[in-house]
T-cell receptor, first 117, second 108 residues
Framework: GAVVSQHPSWVICKSGTSVKIECRSL??????MFWYRQFPKQSLMLMAT?????????EQGVEKDKFLINHASLTLSTLTVTSAHPEDSSFYIC?????????????FGDGTRLSIL | DAKTTQPTSMDCAEGRAANLPCNHS???????VYWYRQIHSQGPQYIIH???NNETNEMASLIITEDRKSSTLILPHATLRDTAVYYC?????????FGGGTRLMVKP
């Protein structure tokens, strides 16, 4: 089945640094990928929709200059949290849109737990 | 905003059937009902989906009422590994809006 790989799975860094998270579709091409954020004991909230070869579409309230998204190929999207601060600590999850038979709309990665000290 | 409502939490005894309800009274005619689950510290995992007919796969069964305003996910023989948050989502395209889900606790 379709596999989405997310890397790293866990990262700790100092306040003020930038962190890049990668999302790869391993056995299929994904024109569209999605980035979600999940705080403890809360549901997933969509941050942005990433489209290959074009600018990402951000949800209301998400700072596009802080959360940089690049989708340069059909198998890779990256999310860079710039100048990260403790309030950016969260669980970030990516997904890729299915482009085959519609068994499910999106295939999810296993998430990246980001901790900013 | 999510268009479904689910109980916040449920308990189930190991080996028994877990029946998770979902209300989607405003569902449109072309919208499917999808169920995902999220085990702690992992990404969501697809379980099953349906349009109007009942569905069954190796993981679960999905019962959709005739008026399509509600559905029930059935895990026939719950195990401890089924402890997770279960999300019911209805949509017509590839966008998914997650509500609060139901936190299912399977107990020995």
């Amino acid at each position: 089945g379709a596999v989405v790989s997310q890397h790293p799975s866990w990262v700790i860094c100092k306040s003020g640094t930038s962190v890049k998270i990668e999302c790869r579709s391993l056995d299929f091409q994904a024109t569209t990928m999605f980035w979600y954020r999940q705080f403890p004991k809360q549901s997933l909230m969509l941050m942005a929709t990433s489209n290959e070869g074009s600018k990402a579409t951000y949800e209301q309230g998400v700072e596009k200059d802080k959360f940089l998204i690049n989708h340069a190929s059909l198998t890779l999207s990256t999310l860079t949290v710039t100048s990260a601060h403790p309030e950016d600590s969260s669980f970030y999850i990516c997904s890729a849109e299915s482009n085959g038979p519609k068994d499910q709309p999106q295939h999810f990665g296993d998430g990246t737990r980001l901790s900013i000290l | 905003d999510a268009k479904t409502t689910q109980p916040t939490s449920m308990d189930c005894a190991e080996g028994r059937a877990a029946n998770l309800p979902c209300n989607h009274s405003t569902i449109s005619g072309n919208e499917y009902v999808y169920w995902y689950r999220q085990i702690h510290s992992q990404g969501p995992q697809y379980i099953i989906h349906g349009l109007k007919n009942n569905e069954t796969n190796e993981m679960a069964s999905l019962i959709i009422t005739e008026d399509r305003k509600s559905s029930t996910l059935i895990l026939p023989h719950a195990t401890l590994r089924d402890t997770a948050v279960y999300y019911c989502i209805n949509n017509a395209g590839n966008m998914l809006t997650f509500g609060g889900g139901t936190r299912l606790m399977v107990k020995p």
